[in-house]
Structures are given as structure tokens and as C-alpha cells.
């Protein structure tokens, strides 16, 4: 299993930026990709960011431009750099990974998820 622990959460202005931050540990070496997702009250989770190993990027209409999803190997780190922020990115922010396991074949998805973290922007 992978644990994922977020943290960089907080109040801001709107305008205002932050920086989330993930750790993941276990068998990290499984993780083919990961990424940021939100729940606002009362709404859906939805995909902010998300990052493969190929360091290739998606990101949601909203937060392009703005946003900035990056991964340190090394550390086994997934960053979400949050520029310009807006009332409406008020919400609990979850740090995901995707797992493939197995042999080609045979290969099993696993998705990790971090506990969640909360973001207000005020105006």
C-alpha cells in the first residue's frame, strides 16, 4: 500500500497563492502517476491536477494557467503550486496515487488516497 500524507493547506486572500505538498510512503515504486483532487461541500470530487511518471501533465479548465502540478522522485513528493487563487478553489484538497501491479498481463490498478486537506479562499 502507499500512504499519502498532504500538507500546505491554510487560509489566503483571494490573488493570494499557496503550495500543497504530498508525501507518499510504502511501495512507492508502484505508483505510475500522481495528482490533486478536490471536494467542495455539497459537489463532486473532481480532478485538479495529476502528473505521470513521464512527467507528462493534466489539468482541469479551471486551474490552467494558474496551477502548477510537479513531482520529486527522489522524495517520492508531489507538489501542487496554487497561483491567483479564487473564492471558489475553497475546498478539501486529496492527494491521489495510481498504482499499476503485476506482471504485464496481468496488471491490477490501485488507487492510494491522503486524508485530505482543506483550502479557503476568502475575498
Known amino acids: 500500500q502507499v500512504h499519502l500524507v498532504e500538507s500546505g493547506g491554510g487560509l489566503v486572500q483571494a490573488g493570494g497563492s499557496l503550495r500543497l505538498s504530498c508525501k507518499a510512503s510504502g511501495r512507492t515504486r508502484s505508483i505510475n502517476a500522481m495528482g490533486w483532487y478536490r471536494q467542495a461541500p455539497g459537489k463532486q470530487r473532481e480532478l485538479v491536477a495529476r502528473i505521470s511518471n513521464g512527467v507528462s501533465a493534466n489539468y482541469a479548465d479551471a486551474a490552467k494557467g494558474r496551477f502548477t502540478i510537479s513531482r520529486d522522485f527522489a522524495e517520492n513528493m508531489v507538489y501542487l503550486q496554487m497561483n491567483s487563487l479564487k473564492p471558489e478553489d475553497t475546498a478539501t484538497y486529496f492527494c491521489?496515487?495510481?498504482?499499476?501491479?503485476?506482471?504485464?498481463?496481468?496488471?491490477?490498478?490501485?488507487?492510494?488516497w491522503g486524508e485530505g486537506i482543506h483550502v479557503a479562499v476568502s475575498s
Open positions: 491521489h496515487a495510481s498504482q499499476l501491479i503485476g506482471p504485464v498481463e496481468r496488471v491490477v490498478p490501485v488507487d492510494s
